[in-house]
């Protein structure tokens, strides 16, 4: 069975600070993919980011970077200079190769007071 | 184009009624899911359509839930007999899910559902 684990339930930061959103993962698949979802107080859930199990590259958009660690099984998410319109619930998530459901963690809250 | 559009956006009904959720894919995407958030909770899987394939049901609370879609496109979630604790927003997403990888799913924003 696929697990993910966001142990940070609410994070609070001021404005330009950097905040870090760990995600922790089990499966027995070889091949999966790793998500990230913003979900603003608007409550839609935008996509953010697709990693595949076979790329450990880091990626930057932005003020937004990845950290993907294999042998750690996280898939960690940085925003850097933190902003209030960053203040959102984030999901990360974790699909299978057979292309079926996501399981998403149980999210983290941002919280960037000015 | 058109994102995925789910109605009503709010429901309210009372406890014991039976309450139908509608869920219109992005056109093309052959893959519809439907999720649950209750308040201040993450996502819960329910029910994933995938092609002509049999839906998975692995993640229906009970047997007073059940989904289809039709043709493919348009999907319903019925709740048969609703409980208080069925009180949560319903996430209908679709992606372009292919055997073999797995696409990012494209949510609508929900229908909220309260039962009194």
């Known amino acids: 069975a696929q697990k993910v684990t966001q142990a940070q339930t609410e994070i609070s930061v001021v404005e330009k600070e950097d905040v870090t959103l760990d995600c922790v993962y089990e499966?027995?698949?070889?091949?999966?993919?790793l998500f990230w979802y913003k979900q603003p107080p608007s409550g839609e859930l935008v996509f953010l980011i697709r990693?595949?199990?076979?790329?450990?590259q880091n990626e930057i958009s932005g003020r937004y970077s990845w950290n993907f660690q294999k042998s750690t099984s996280s898939f960690n998410f940085t925003i850097t200079a933190s902003q209030v319109v960053d203040s959102a619930v984030y999901f990360c998530?974790?699909?299978?190769?057979?292309?079926?459901?996501?399981?998403f963690g149980g999210g983290t809250r941002v919280l960037v007071k000015p | 184009g058109a994102g995925v559009s789910q109605s009503p956006s709010n429901k309210v009904t009372e406890k014991g009624k039976d309450v139908e959720l509608r869920c219109d894919p992005i056109?093309?995407?052959?893959?519809l899911y439907w999720y649950r958030q209750s308040l201040g909770q993450g996502l819960e899987f329910l029910i994933y359509?995938?092609?002509?394939?049999?839906?998975?049901k692995s993640g229906l609370p009970s047997d007073r839930f059940s989904a289809e879609r039709t043709g493919g496109s348009v999907s319903t979630l019925t709740i048969q007999r609703t409980q208080q604790e069925d009180s949560a927003v319903y996430l209908c997403?679709?992606?372009?899910?292919?055997?073999?990888?797995?696409?990012?799913?494209?949510f609508g924003n929900g229908t909220r559902l309260t039962v009194t």
């Open positions: 997403a679709s992606s372009l899910a292919r055997q073999g990888r797995s696409s990012p799913l494209h």
């Open positions: 499966t027995r698949d070889t091949t999966y993919y």
């Open positions: 056109s093309g995407h052959t893959a």
């Open positions: 990693r595949n199990s076979f790329d450990e």
């Open positions: 998530a974790l699909g299978g190769a057979a292309g079926n459901k996501l399981t």
């Open positions: 359509f995938q092609g002509n394939s049999a839906p998975d």
